[in-house]
Protein backbone atom coordinates (compact mmCIF):
# COMPACT_ATOMS: atom_id res chain seq x y z
CA UNK A 1 0.00 0.00 0.00
CA UNK A 2 1.19 3.35 -0.55
CA UNK A 3 2.69 4.76 2.50
CA UNK A 4 0.11 7.73 2.99
CA UNK A 5 -3.03 5.11 2.77
CA UNK A 6 -1.31 3.33 5.88
CA UNK A 7 -0.42 6.02 7.64
CA UNK A 8 -4.11 7.59 7.17
CA UNK A 9 -5.42 4.01 8.56
CA UNK A 10 -3.24 3.95 11.10
CA UNK A 11 -4.42 7.32 12.54
CA UNK A 12 -7.77 5.94 11.92
CA UNK A 13 -7.65 3.21 14.19
CA UNK A 14 -5.63 5.10 16.59
CA UNK A 15 -8.31 7.73 17.06
CA UNK A 16 -11.46 5.34 16.83
CA UNK A 17 -12.33 6.67 13.43
CA UNK A 18 -12.13 2.87 12.51
CA UNK A 19 -14.21 1.39 15.39
CA UNK A 20 -16.82 4.00 15.55
CA UNK A 21 -17.50 3.97 11.60
CA UNK A 22 -17.19 0.22 11.55
CA UNK A 23 -19.35 -0.72 14.71
CA UNK A 24 -21.52 1.95 16.15
CA UNK A 25 -21.96 5.55 13.85
CA UNK A 26 -22.38 5.66 10.03
CA UNK A 27 -22.72 9.48 9.20
CA UNK A 28 -19.29 11.37 9.29
CA UNK A 29 -21.42 13.62 12.23
CA UNK A 30 -21.87 10.48 14.33
CA UNK A 31 -18.06 9.26 13.58
CA UNK A 32 -16.62 12.92 14.59
CA UNK A 33 -18.26 12.90 17.86
CA UNK A 34 -18.20 9.49 19.05
CA UNK A 35 -13.88 9.45 18.27
CA UNK A 36 -13.41 12.87 19.38
CA UNK A 37 -12.16 14.21 15.92
CA UNK A 38 -13.13 16.96 13.70
CA UNK A 39 -16.08 17.28 11.63
CA UNK A 40 -13.19 17.99 8.74
CA UNK A 41 -11.35 14.68 9.72
CA UNK A 42 -14.18 12.49 9.79
CA UNK A 43 -15.41 13.70 6.80
CA UNK A 44 -11.55 13.53 5.03
CA UNK A 45 -10.93 10.24 6.48
CA UNK A 46 -14.57 8.70 5.41
CA UNK A 47 -14.41 9.66 2.28
CA UNK A 48 -10.75 8.61 1.78
CA UNK A 49 -11.51 4.99 3.15
CA UNK A 50 -14.37 4.79 0.36
CA UNK A 51 -12.28 5.45 -2.47
CA UNK A 52 -9.20 3.20 -1.31
CA UNK A 53 -12.25 -0.15 -0.37
CA UNK A 54 -12.28 0.10 3.09
CA UNK A 55 -15.93 1.37 3.17
CA UNK A 56 -18.89 2.13 1.22
CA UNK A 57 -21.53 4.85 1.00
CA UNK A 58 -25.04 3.61 1.47
CA UNK A 59 -27.44 6.59 1.32
CA UNK A 60 -26.37 9.52 4.15
CA UNK A 61 -24.04 6.74 6.13
CA UNK A 62 -20.78 4.56 5.75
CA UNK A 63 -20.50 1.05 6.07
CA UNK A 64 -17.74 -1.24 5.99
CA UNK A 65 -16.74 -3.54 2.89
CA UNK A 66 -15.24 -7.33 3.09
CA UNK A 67 -11.67 -5.43 2.36
CA UNK A 68 -12.22 -4.07 6.31
CA UNK A 69 -13.15 -7.30 7.96
CA UNK A 70 -9.96 -7.81 9.34
CA UNK A 71 -10.11 -4.86 11.44
CA UNK A 72 -13.02 -6.53 13.69
CA UNK A 73 -13.26 -10.11 12.73
CA UNK A 74 -10.39 -11.10 14.41
CA UNK A 75 -11.66 -15.12 15.54
CA UNK A 76 -10.02 -16.26 12.12
CA UNK A 77 -6.78 -15.37 10.03
CA UNK A 78 -8.42 -16.31 6.67
CA UNK A 79 -10.73 -12.58 7.53
CA UNK A 80 -7.75 -10.48 8.77
CA UNK A 81 -5.25 -9.82 5.93
CA UNK A 82 -2.43 -8.66 6.03
CA UNK A 83 -3.35 -4.37 6.67
CA UNK A 84 -4.02 -5.30 10.28
CA UNK A 85 -0.36 -6.37 11.05
CA UNK A 86 1.24 -3.70 8.89
CA UNK A 87 -0.42 -1.59 10.67
CA UNK A 88 0.89 -2.76 13.83
CA UNK A 89 4.35 -2.86 12.03
CA UNK A 90 4.12 0.84 11.38
CA UNK A 91 3.48 2.05 14.81
CA UNK A 92 6.62 0.59 15.84
CA UNK A 93 8.27 2.24 12.84
CA UNK A 94 7.01 5.54 14.62
CA UNK A 95 8.59 4.11 18.02
CA UNK A 96 11.80 3.61 16.21
CA UNK A 97 13.74 6.46 17.53
CA UNK A 98 13.06 5.24 21.52
CA UNK A 99 13.91 1.85 20.67
CA UNK A 100 17.33 2.93 18.98
CA UNK A 101 17.39 4.53 22.30
CA UNK A 102 17.18 1.53 24.68
CA UNK A 103 17.59 -1.20 22.44
CA UNK A 104 13.89 -2.58 23.45
CA UNK A 105 11.09 -2.70 20.72
CA UNK A 106 8.10 -1.71 22.40
CA UNK A 107 5.49 -4.02 23.62
CA UNK A 108 3.07 -5.81 21.53
CA UNK A 109 -0.30 -4.77 21.06
CA UNK A 110 -3.23 -7.63 22.22
CA UNK A 111 -3.68 -8.55 18.73
CA UNK A 112 -0.15 -8.31 17.62
CA UNK A 113 -0.66 -12.31 17.19
CA UNK A 114 -3.43 -12.50 15.04
CA UNK A 115 -2.74 -9.51 12.86
CA UNK A 116 0.39 -11.58 12.66
CA UNK A 117 -1.16 -14.66 11.68
CA UNK A 118 -3.43 -12.53 9.40
CA UNK A 119 -0.45 -11.55 7.53
CA UNK A 120 1.46 -14.94 7.23
CA UNK A 121 -2.23 -16.20 6.10
CA UNK A 122 -2.21 -13.59 3.18
CA UNK A 123 1.19 -14.34 1.29
CA UNK A 124 1.47 -14.52 -2.46
CA UNK A 125 0.17 -17.79 -3.75
CA UNK A 126 3.00 -18.05 -6.30
CA UNK A 127 5.61 -17.43 -3.56
CA UNK A 128 4.53 -20.18 -1.33
CA UNK A 129 4.31 -23.04 -4.23
CA UNK A 130 8.38 -21.97 -5.19
CA UNK A 131 9.41 -21.68 -2.23
CA UNK A 132 7.56 -25.40 -1.39
CA UNK A 133 8.93 -26.75 -4.88
CA UNK A 134 12.56 -25.76 -3.76
CA UNK A 135 12.41 -27.47 -0.80
CA UNK A 136 10.84 -30.89 -2.61
CA UNK A 137 13.75 -30.26 -4.96
CA UNK A 138 16.18 -30.76 -1.74
CA UNK A 139 14.44 -34.11 -1.24
CA UNK A 140 12.55 -35.38 -4.17
CA UNK A 141 11.79 -38.56 -1.71
CA UNK A 142 10.62 -36.92 1.32
CA UNK A 143 8.06 -38.33 3.00
CA UNK A 144 7.44 -36.17 6.41
CA UNK A 145 8.31 -32.38 6.73
CA UNK A 146 8.50 -30.04 9.86
CA UNK A 147 7.30 -26.34 8.80
CA UNK A 148 9.39 -24.33 11.74
CA UNK A 149 7.42 -21.20 12.77
CA UNK A 150 5.02 -22.22 9.80
CA UNK A 151 1.97 -20.07 11.56
CA UNK A 152 -1.33 -20.81 10.31
CA UNK A 153 0.24 -23.15 7.53
CA UNK A 154 0.21 -21.37 4.48
CA UNK A 155 3.34 -23.38 3.23
CA UNK A 156 2.16 -26.69 5.17
CA UNK A 157 -0.92 -26.84 3.04
CA UNK A 158 1.09 -26.36 0.26
CA UNK A 159 3.29 -29.94 1.09
CA UNK A 160 0.29 -31.59 1.71
CA UNK A 161 -1.36 -30.78 -1.03
CA UNK A 162 1.83 -32.55 -2.50
CA UNK A 163 1.15 -35.44 -0.52
CA UNK A 164 3.42 -35.61 2.04
CA UNK A 165 2.99 -36.01 6.29
CA UNK A 166 3.53 -32.52 7.87
CA UNK A 167 4.01 -31.33 11.57
CA UNK A 168 3.88 -27.43 12.18
CA UNK A 169 5.73 -26.33 15.26
CA UNK A 170 5.25 -22.59 16.34
CA UNK A 171 5.07 -20.40 19.45
CA UNK A 172 2.04 -21.42 21.60
CA UNK A 173 -0.01 -18.79 20.75
CA UNK A 174 0.42 -18.97 17.26
CA UNK A 175 -0.31 -22.29 17.43
CA UNK A 176 -4.00 -21.18 18.90
CA UNK A 177 -4.62 -18.89 16.17
CA UNK A 178 -3.89 -21.23 13.54
CA UNK A 179 -6.04 -24.36 15.10
CA UNK A 180 -9.17 -22.83 13.74
CA UNK A 181 -8.09 -22.77 10.18
CA UNK A 182 -6.36 -26.02 10.29
CA UNK A 183 -8.92 -27.94 12.45
CA UNK A 184 -9.86 -30.08 9.22
CA UNK A 185 -6.45 -29.86 7.60
CA UNK A 186 -4.40 -33.34 7.89
CA UNK A 187 -1.69 -31.31 9.74
CA UNK A 188 0.01 -31.63 13.36
CA UNK A 189 0.25 -28.72 15.13
CA UNK A 190 2.78 -28.80 18.02
CA UNK A 191 3.39 -25.79 20.26
CA UNK A 192 7.10 -25.18 21.40
CA UNK A 193 10.19 -23.15 20.83
CA UNK A 194 12.05 -23.93 17.81
CA UNK A 195 14.94 -22.29 19.88
CA UNK A 196 14.72 -25.18 22.39
CA UNK A 197 13.98 -28.41 20.81
CA UNK A 198 12.17 -29.76 17.71
CA UNK A 199 10.53 -33.13 17.37
CA UNK A 200 12.10 -35.80 15.25
CA UNK A 201 12.31 -38.14 12.66
CA UNK A 202 11.40 -35.84 9.52
CA UNK A 203 13.21 -35.85 5.78
CA UNK A 204 12.81 -31.81 5.37
CA UNK A 205 12.86 -29.53 8.41
CA UNK A 206 11.33 -26.24 6.42
CA UNK A 207 11.61 -22.66 7.61
CA UNK A 208 10.31 -19.65 5.72
CA UNK A 209 10.59 -15.82 6.66
CA UNK A 210 12.12 -17.13 10.71
CA UNK A 211 15.66 -16.20 10.40
CA UNK A 212 15.46 -12.69 9.97
CA UNK A 213 12.74 -12.49 13.18
CA UNK A 214 15.54 -14.21 15.15
CA UNK A 215 18.96 -13.10 16.48
CA UNK A 216 22.44 -14.93 15.21
CA UNK A 217 22.68 -16.82 18.84
CA UNK A 218 19.19 -18.05 18.00
CA UNK A 219 19.44 -18.85 14.24
CA UNK A 220 22.37 -21.00 15.87
CA UNK A 221 20.38 -23.22 18.39
CA UNK A 222 17.17 -22.83 15.37
CA UNK A 223 19.42 -25.04 12.82
CA UNK A 224 20.83 -27.40 15.54
CA UNK A 225 17.62 -28.28 16.41
CA UNK A 226 16.82 -28.63 12.59
CA UNK A 227 19.84 -30.96 12.37
CA UNK A 228 18.80 -33.27 15.21
CA UNK A 229 15.17 -33.50 13.87
CA UNK A 230 16.00 -34.81 10.56
CA UNK A 231 16.59 -38.45 9.75
CA UNK A 232 20.21 -38.92 7.65
CA UNK A 233 20.18 -37.70 4.72
CA UNK A 234 17.59 -34.99 5.65
CA UNK A 235 17.34 -31.66 4.23
CA UNK A 236 16.80 -28.58 6.19
CA UNK A 237 15.83 -25.12 3.91
CA UNK A 238 15.94 -21.86 5.23
CA UNK A 239 14.21 -19.31 2.87
CA UNK A 240 14.17 -15.68 3.52
CA UNK A 241 15.78 -12.98 2.10
CA UNK A 242 19.29 -12.02 2.57
CA UNK A 243 21.84 -9.47 2.21
CA UNK A 244 24.05 -8.78 -0.64
CA UNK A 245 20.91 -11.56 -3.02
CA UNK A 246 17.76 -9.92 -1.89
CA UNK A 247 17.09 -5.41 -3.16
CA UNK A 248 15.41 -5.35 -0.36
CA UNK A 249 16.95 -7.02 2.44
CA UNK A 250 18.99 -4.20 4.12
CA UNK A 251 15.74 -2.38 4.56
CA UNK A 252 14.83 -5.81 6.45
CA UNK A 253 17.15 -5.04 8.29
CA UNK A 254 15.70 -1.97 9.51
CA UNK A 255 12.23 -3.28 9.61
CA UNK A 256 13.19 -6.03 11.73
CA UNK A 257 15.49 -3.08 14.55
CA UNK A 258 11.62 -1.55 14.59
CA UNK A 259 9.84 -4.72 15.77
CA UNK A 260 12.03 -7.12 17.30
CA UNK A 261 14.72 -7.19 19.62
CA UNK A 262 17.10 -9.38 18.46
CA UNK A 263 16.11 -9.50 14.47
CA UNK A 264 17.93 -8.54 11.02
CA UNK A 265 18.37 -9.70 7.52
CA UNK A 266 21.72 -11.32 7.38
CA UNK A 267 24.82 -12.40 4.99
CA UNK A 268 25.01 -15.30 2.80
CA UNK A 269 28.02 -16.32 4.49
CA UNK A 270 26.37 -15.87 8.04
CA UNK A 271 23.58 -18.28 7.44
CA UNK A 272 26.58 -20.98 5.54
CA UNK A 273 28.10 -20.54 8.78
CA UNK A 274 25.34 -21.73 11.08
CA UNK A 275 24.44 -24.39 8.83
CA UNK A 276 28.10 -25.46 8.69
CA UNK A 277 28.42 -24.97 12.77
CA UNK A 278 25.17 -27.05 13.28
CA UNK A 279 27.02 -30.34 11.29
CA UNK A 280 25.20 -30.07 7.76
CA UNK A 281 27.03 -30.54 4.59
CA UNK A 282 26.73 -30.26 0.96
CA UNK A 283 25.29 -26.83 2.16
CA UNK A 284 24.44 -24.79 -0.67
CA UNK A 285 22.35 -21.41 -1.16
CA UNK A 286 19.84 -20.41 -4.10
CA UNK A 287 17.59 -18.34 -5.26
CA UNK A 288 13.84 -18.84 -4.98
CA UNK A 289 12.64 -18.81 -8.61
CA UNK A 290 9.81 -15.67 -9.33
CA UNK A 291 10.59 -14.33 -5.65
CA UNK A 292 12.70 -11.77 -4.30
CA UNK A 293 13.90 -14.66 -1.58
CA UNK A 294 16.60 -17.23 -1.63
CA UNK A 295 16.89 -20.51 0.15
CA UNK A 296 19.96 -22.06 2.23
CA UNK A 297 19.90 -25.72 2.38
CA UNK A 298 22.20 -28.40 3.81
CA UNK A 299 21.50 -32.15 4.34
CA UNK A 300 22.69 -34.55 7.44
CA UNK A 301 25.48 -36.86 6.72
CA UNK A 302 24.19 -39.87 5.62
CA UNK A 303 26.64 -42.18 7.67
Not at 107 to 127: Q, R, Y
Not at 171 to 188: C, G, I, Y
Request: hydrophobic share 45%.
Amino acid sequence: MDYRELILLWAARETGVLDAVMLHAGTPEAVAEEAGVTGRAARITLQALTEMGFLERVGDEYEATNRALGFFATTDVRSVGSVPHQLDCLDRWFQLPETMRTGEPPAKPDDWTINLAGAMAAVDEATVRASVTEAMHEHPDAERVLDVGGGPGAFALEFVARGLDVTLVDRPEMVEAAERRLADEPVELVAGDATDDLPTGFDIAFCSRVAHALGPDENGRLLANAFDALRPGGAVVLVDRLRGRSDDAALLGAHMLAQTANGDAYTVDRVTGWLDDAGFVDVDVRDVPGTDRQAATGRTPRD
